[in-house]
């Protein structure tokens, strides 16, 4: 349904909740780009664990732990499986999609 601007500026409106402080909110889609082997996945990796475990990655912190789905349609399960470390070494718990 169409609203108005003066509609939508009277609205209340809920704020987003905080996944990463100043990158990441409820509600939000990001998208990493770059050439081949920058380290776009071992960013998006570092982001996962963050919003996980509730720590900080660079710059952002999490605010509290979270359910993180990784999804990675463009490695194989064994690259994926070497990148992520071993599900029994690793402290979070994750659930993964994969095309293969």
């Known amino acids: ?3 108005t601007l003066n509609t939508l500026l009277k609205m209340k409106l809920q704020a987003r909740a905080s996944i990463l402080d100043g990158l990441l909110h409820d509600r939000c ?5 770059a050439w081949r ?4 996945t071992w960013f998006a990796l570092g982001l996962a664990y963050a919003i996980a475990t509730g720590g900080t990655f660079l710059k952002w912190k999490a ?3 979270r359910r993180v789905l990784y999804i990675d349609v463009c490695h194989s399960a064994w690259r994926s499986q070497y990148r992520a470390g071993s599900p029994r070494s690793n402290p979070w718990q994750r659930r993964r999609v994969r095309p293969d």
């Not at 889609?29 to 780009?33: E, K, P, S, T």
């Not at 082997?37 to 776009?40: A, E, H, I």
């Open 29 to 33: 889609v990001i998208m990493a780009f």
């Open 63 to 65: 605010p509290q732990a």
């Open 37 to 40: 082997g920058v380290g776009k």
């Open 1 to 3: 349904m169409p609203v």
